[in-house]
């Protein structure tokens, strides 16, 4: 089974190889091709693979190449982790937002739409190249904002493409171990859009124990969300919101952070993976191991501003393990030996959701089998989270139109229409600021 890589330079690839190596079933990855832009970081994570791998007699093996064509003919898997304008992009997102007084994180608010409007013609690029090379391969989509790409590629490949996210597994786990539950035995009722989405229940032996959750004070400020938005909130909401939500409710709060903070989190990233990229060059060192000590820090140091905003503290050590590689190997298994499982995925709403179209692409509870990833059904969201919701979907949905036709007008409208930039003047300068300095916006006419 041959499972193709895009963005197969970056630094979170070794993460689905180690899941790879320890998965022995039949009906396993046997091939793993690696395709980037980029030679150079193809090199240094190929070293990285090969030392994971040396100790594993049926390692899959591993080929790169920078032809897409090639990297895709033939696959049956492809995982879409692809990074438009590479961090240098992130970190002029963040700038340029920043310097407006708005959010320009990844995937939420004014750094989302640029992202996101120099992301998709790439994206359904490679959703017709696949169509076209690879017709039965399903696609894995990691690439941010994970909801908006998918829906762009679900225009040509159709329920064959599903986005993926690890951020409502690891919170479903985290309420589950409070509660002093198995996680892997609870179903987490979480609906929403990615990065926008509410946990209203958790339910064990068919017993929901989130209300015992939001009735002890102490128990909820014992994790990672309850200390980010606090308990009062939270017993508000009556639901633990995914982290991203910690954006939208505390906004002034988290964009003072940022502007204060010595470095953005793009520009730390950047910066970061240079270091490591020129270390793992060097014949002398252990890829590895120069990755290992990468990657501790770079989890280590997640959403510290909204941390820090909100007093939270330090990650916790059972939150530093990643987890996107799991989902990820748990849903190719799932299709391809036919194993039926529950995953929380981004996939088309079909009839989910009253409040959205069919086409719309929430994220959600799914079953997955052979057939691929089916919602399950969902309760209604109340009024303030249906609101976001269908908010921030019409503004993802003009951001499709904009990328589509090439309208920098229609581009000024997701902007403005966002619920995080309050001005159409604003709206106006972002264009401009983001146009100026990415050469993948100068479509927008």
């Known amino acids: 089974m041959k499972l193709t890589i895009l963005g197969g330079g970056g630094f979170r690839v070794p993460l689905v190889y180690g899941a790879l190596l320890g998965d022995h079933a039949e009906g396993r990855v046997t091939e793993v091709v690696l395709h980037d832009l980029d030679d150079r970081r193809l090199r240094a994570v190929t070293r990285v ?16 190449t920078t032809d897409l064509d090639e ?126 989405g509410w946990v209203r229940g958790l339910r064990v032996a068919g017993r929901d124990q989130l209300p015992r959750l939001l009735a002890d004070p102490e128990l909820l400020g014992s994790f990672e969300e309850g200390r980010l938005f606090g308990t009062d909130w939270l017993r508000s909401l ?54 290992n000590r990468t990657r501790a820090e770079r989890e280590a140091t997640y959403m510290a501003e909204n941390r820090e905003s909100a007093g939270a503290g330090e990650r916790e050590a059972d939150d530093l393990s990643g987890g996107y590689e799991k989902v990820a190997l748990a849903l190719m298994r799932a299709i391809a030996r036919d194993e039926r499982t529950t995953l929380i995925l981004n996939v088309r709403n079909a009839s989910t959701l009253s409040v959205l179209d069919t086409d719309a692409v929430i994220e959600v509870p799914c079953l997955v089998d052979a057939g691929g990833a089916h919602p399950l059904a ?26 589509e036709s090439g309208s920098r007008t229609t581009a000024v409208k997701a902007f403005a229409l966002h619920p995080l930039v309050d001005s159409v003047n604003v709206a106006r300068r972002l264009v401009e600021g983001y146009a100026g300095v990415h050469p993948g916006l100068r479509y927008l006419k």
């Open 238 to 291: 009556g639901a633990i919101p995914n982290e991203y939500l910690h954006y939208y409710y505390f906004n002034r709060e988290t964009v003072r952070a940022y502007q204060e903070s010595e470095q953005t989190r793009g520009a730390f990233l950047r910066d970061q993976q240079a270091r490591f990229y020129a270390e793992a060059a060097d014949p002398g060192v252990r890829a590895l191991d120069a990755w």
């Open 49 to 64: 693979l090969a030392e994971q791998g040396a100790d594993v007699p049926d390692a899959p093996p591993v080929h790169a």
């Open 378 to 403: 969902a309760g209604p969201l109340p009024g303030h989270a249906t609101g976001l919701v269908c908010s921030v979907k019409a503004v993802e949905r003009e951001v499709l139109a904009a990328a």
């Open 71 to 196: 990297a895709l003919r033939g696959a049956d898997f492809v995982f879409s982790a692809i990074r438009v304008g590479g961090l240098e992009g992130r970190a002029d997102d963040e700038r340029v937002a920043l310097a407006e007084g708005v959010l320009g994180q990844e995937t939420v608010g004014a750094g989302g739409i640029a992202y996101g409007l120099r992301t998709v013609p790439v994206a359904v690029d490679i959703a017709r190249r696949v169509a076209r090379l690879a017709p039965d391969a399903w696609v894995i989509n990691f690439t941010n904002p994970a909801g908006l790409v998918t829906e762009a590629m679900s225009r040509h490949l159709g329920d064959r493409v599903i986005g993926i996210c690890d951020s409502p597994v690891g919170l479903g786990r985290r309420i589950a171990r409070v509660l002093g539950a198995d996680p892997n035995e609870a179903f987490v009722d979480y609906v929403g859009l990615n990065h926008l």
